[in-house]
Each structure stands twice: as structure tokens, then as C-alpha cells.
């Protein structure tokens, strides 16, 4: 048998290949023949048999004028030009009705230091039923521009697909290292859309609004309030309406309030948060509009009180914090203050009853009686507004009274020294009242009164007043409010029938016109 390609003027050996169709290498084939025994030649068990006849198919040309479609199922045996890679019947595209040439592009695997002549290498197809992807010899699907190994093998899809992925963007599960591709509009395949709960094969619930699956099926994922389908908030099994307001709280709340039994003021029909304490773990019963404003004290008030019962004043319509006595400072002060006067008062009463007070004594009991009367009822300076200002001769008249009412070893203590200090004759001798007063006075209280009393003489060289004289016609307040000495002189000189010939007449003018009641 001749090994020579039959190609005019080629010394090439010829191909072989196996009944599948591998390449046999010369080098390889002649050392397995080389090697055979003669015991064995020709044995169905010895090497001879790999390459027997029987088991091989032979090419009459070379390797670089056989088809390429020698090796394949329809081992073609036509010669090819050297720079070509099939023969003249297989450069026409193989789908019908199509006359174009197969393309062609240069073999990447090409040698260029091992052949001077350049191979191109033909696609399976012509141009327009070749696959787009670049340098891709397969003829491309119907209804998408790719082949099977670049086309995304979703029904109808004409996408490619993605690189080390099965499938396109699309129609691939949307889990991480997933490689499955999903069909019928699903971002998950059949696995991995199941419900995240273990033991639960529902469906991963859709959200219309986002296009989005969640992580556990509807059951799993909704409110647990019945026939609410809103989605559950974040580590609660409650959606965001009937969850606590609280922070941090995922239990239920309450009917028509936001929060939930736990903080929740416990007043009746109050939806309001409870107060918080000192401890950040612990809160009060209430919320501060029914909660007592005592520091530590938790109790209920009303709402329109401030204080609990505990820590309020006890006076009707006092809303201030008791201090001492479950009263307010207001209320102590004044309690004390009436409580002061009447211990005053009983004091006087008992003064009476044992006789050892004095007419004067009564005059500033009935003062006090009137003070103790404006504290328990009227307001003090309601009383005070409705006085007459004092005159001076409303002072004068009240000391005249007292005289007239006491003995004459009490007129000497009811008088009190002037305010310059100086302390005439006539304060703590007789007062200087009218003869006839002086008689019924004698004759009440026997000799102990002065009858007569003494004329009134001015001092020698009144007309020069010196420093250090008082004038009689300007009079001053003593310390205790009355007048001084020089106006009771003049008093007593117009009660005594105006006796003052010994006076200038211009002391009798100034004394004649002072007005006594």
C-alpha cells in the first residue's frame, strides 16, 4: 500500500484516523508497528490491533490537503487547497436555499515559523447564519442572533447570555452563586423561591409595588393582626401601624393607642407614653399630665391638679406642694401668723378675767380683736383702704379721751416723752384740762386729782427766741404720734376762758386761733 500523498508533487505521508475520528500520528503508528512480536502479530490482544485495518480509515492525502471534514462522521476524501481548511463542496454555507460561501478567518493556532503558507480556517456558516459573537464559527438559533453557546436558552429570549452564567440578565436567578436559569418571569428559580423559614415550601411573597420577592412566603411576612396585609416591621411580627411607638419596642399596641400595655399611661381614656424614672430599665404608671410633680412619687393625679393628695395643700383650690403639715409655704406662714394673734388674744381675755389690766390694755385688745377679725375674714388691705388717714387732730382728740378716762396716777405713764428728747413739766405733771372737768374728776377719785391746775406763763424773753427754745406756734410729733408741749399749753389756755394777759399779742393771736375739739 502506498503512504505517499497523491497530490502531485507532495511526499507527504497520508492521514489516518480512528473509526470515532481521532487523529492518528505517524511518529505514533510506527513505533506501535515497530514493536510488534511475532507471536503476536496479528493477535486480536496486541498492540497491532489499535491500528489494525480493521480499526482505522486512511486519507489519500497529507495533512495539509485533506478536508477538515475527513475527521468528522462524514470523513470527507476530497483534496483541499494548501491555504484553505475544506474542499471545494464544503465552502458553500449547508442551510438551504443558501448559495453563499462558507467565511472564513485566519487559524489562531497557526504556526508561522512551521508553514510560510497562511491556513484560514471556515465557519460552519456564511455570514448571515453565523453567530454574532466574534470569531464564533456555529451557526446561530432561529429567532436570536447567537448560537446554543452564547444565546440564552430561555424560550423566545433573543439576549445573550451572561459570561460563566447559563443564561441572560433576566432569566437568571437573582441569588448569589445561583447558575440556574428561571423562565415565566421569576427572578428565582424553583430552590431558592421557596419560603426562608425552615419547614415552609410557600411561595416567597411579591411585592407588586416594587417588583420585589421578600424572604418569607405572605403567612410568614404579613402583619399577625388579622386581616391586615401590610408587611412586618424589622424584628417584629407586627407592621409598622400596629407596632408600639416606643423605641425599641416590637410588642402590639393597644386599641385606638400607639403604644402598647407597657407604655401606655393607665389613666382612663389617656393614649399617651408613660413618664420616664432615674432607672432607664423602669417606667412610672402614668404620663406627666396624670403623674405627681413630687420628685419620686409616682401617683396618679387629675388633670387639672399639679401634686397627689400626699404632697398637695391641703386648702381647697391650692394646687402648690405641701412643705410641713400637708400645707404649702404660703399657707404655713399665714396659719402661724393667725395662730400667733389668737394665742394674743386669749392672753388679753385671761388679763381680764384675773383684773390685772389696765383701760389702756383694753384699747390695744380692741385693737387686736380687729386685727384678728380682718386675718380670719376680709383681706387686710381691703380693711385698711376703707380708714380714714389719721389727722393730727384725730391723734390729739384720742389722747384727750384716755385722759379724761383714767385716774391721775395713770395720765403720767400714758404720756411719752417728745421725740427731741426733752422732757418738759407739763407731760409729767397734770394735764391741762378745764376746771369744771377737774372738779367732777376730784370729786369721782377724790384728792389724788389736781383741781387747779397751774397757768400757763411763757418764759422770760420769749419775744428774743433763742437756740434751743421751742416755739409754741409750731407743733411737732413726739415719738409716740401726739403733739408736743406747746400744743397742749395752748389747749388748756382756750379752755380756760382765754386767761392770757400776761402773753404779747402776738403769742395771744397764734394761741386764739388754734382750733380744739
Do not use: W
Amino acid at each position: 500500500m502506498n503512504h505517499t500523498c497523491q497530490s502531485k508533487g507532495c511526499h507527504n505521508e497520508v492521514l489516518y484516523k480512528t473509526i470515532e475520528g481521532a487523529f492518528i500520528d505517524h511518529q505514533d503508528r510506527r513505533s506501535s508497528r515497530a514493536a510488534l512480536s511475532p507471536p503476536g502479530r496479528g493477535s486480536p490482544s496486541g498492540p497491532y490491533q489499535r491500528y489494525g485495518s480493521s480499526a482505522t480509515q486512511v486519507s489519500p492525502y497529507c495533512k495539509v490537503h485533506t478536508c477538515s471534514h475527513f475527521y468528522k462522521n462524514e470523513t470527507c476524501l476530497n483534496k483541499k487547497p494548501p491555504h484553505d481548511s475544506v474542499c471545494a463542496f464544503h465552502t458553500r454555507c449547508p442551510i438551504g436555499d443558501c448559495a453563499q460561501a462558507r467565511g472564513q478567518y485566519l487559524d489562531p493556532n497557526l504556526d508561522p515559523l512551521a508553514s510560510a503558507v497562511p491556513i484560514y480556517v471556515r465557519y460552519d456558516v456564511c455570514a448571515d447564519h453565523k453567530c454574532t459573537v466574534r470569531q464564533c464559527p456555529r451557526r446561530r438559533e432561529p429567532e436570536t442572533p447567537f448560537c446554543a453557546n452564547h444565546g440564552c436558552p430561555a424560550e423566545g429570549c433573543p439576549k445573550r447570555r451572561q459570561e460563566h452564567r447559563d443564561s441572560c440578565e433576566d432569566h437568571q436567578c437573582k441569588t448569589r452563586g445561583c447558575r440556574t436559569s428561571v423562565e415565566g418571569g421569576y427572578p428565582y428559580c424553583a430552590q431558592h423561591i421557596k419560603c426562608g423559614i425552615s419547614g415552609c415550601g410557600g411561595t416567597r411573597h411579591f411585592v407588586p409595588g416594587t417588583n420585589e420577592y421578600l424572604e418569607s412566603c405572605t403567612k410568614h411576612i404579613t402583619c399577625s393582626v388579622p386581616r391586615c396585609r401590610e408587611i412586618k416591621k424589622d424584628r417584629s411580627a407586627f407592621c409598622e401601624n400596629h407596632t408600639c411607638y416606643e423605641r425599641d419596642c416590637t410588642n402590639s399596641n393597644m386599641l385606638e393607642a400607639p403604644y402598647c400595655a407597657d407604655h401606655c399611661c393607665e389613666a382612663l381614656k389617656c393614649f399617651n407614653s408613660r413618664t420616664l424614672t432615674a432607672d432607664p430599665r423602669l417606667r412610672g404608671r402614668f404620663c406627666p399630665l396624670h403623674n405627681c410633680r413630687a420628685v419620686g412619687c409616682q401617683e396618679h393625679v387629675d388633670s387639672l391638679s399639679i401634686f397627689c393628695q400626699t404632697h398637695c395643700c391641703s386648702r381647697p383650690k391650692c394646687h402648690q406642694e405641701s412643705v410641713v403639715e400637708n400645707l404649702c409655704l404660703d399657707h404655713l406662714r399665714k396659719h402661724y401668723i393667725t395662730l400667733g394673734r389668737r394665742r394674743a388674744v386669749l392672753s388679753l381675755d385671761g388679763k381680764k378675767q384675773s383684773g390685772h389690766i389696765t383701760p389702756s390694755s383694753k384699747t390695744h385688745e380692741s385693737d387686736s380683736d380687729s386685727d384678728s377679725e380682718l386675718s380670719n375674714g376680709a383681706d387686710s388691705s381691703t380693711a385698711t383702704r376703707g380708714r380714714a388717714r389719721p389727722t393730727v387732730e384725730d391723734g390729739f382728740r384720742e389722747r384727750k379721751q384716755r385722759l379724761l378716762h383714767a385716774p391721775y396716777r395713770q395720765r403720767a405713764d400714758v404720756s411719752e416723752p417728745s421725740s427731741d428728747g426733752d422732757n418738759h413739766d407739763e407731760e409729767t405733771g397734770p394735764p391741762d384740762l378745764s376746771l369744771n372737768h377737774d372738779a367732777d374728776v376730784g370729786a369721782k377719785h377724790g384728792s389724788s386729782v389736781l383741781k387747779n391746775p397751774p397757768q400757763f406763763t411763757p418764759p422770760a424773753g420769749r419775744e428774743a427766741e433763742g437756740p434751743g427754745i421751742e416755739r409754741p406756734d409750731m407743733p411737732t410729733r413726739t415719738s409716740s404720734g401726739g403733739l408736743n408741749g406747746s400744743m397742749r399749753r395752748a389747749s388748756s389756755l382756750k379752755r380756760s376762758g382765754g386767761q392770757h394777759q400776761d402773753l404779747p399779742k402776738s403769742e395771744v393771736s397764734r394761741h386764739s386761733d388754734t382750733k380744739i375739739d
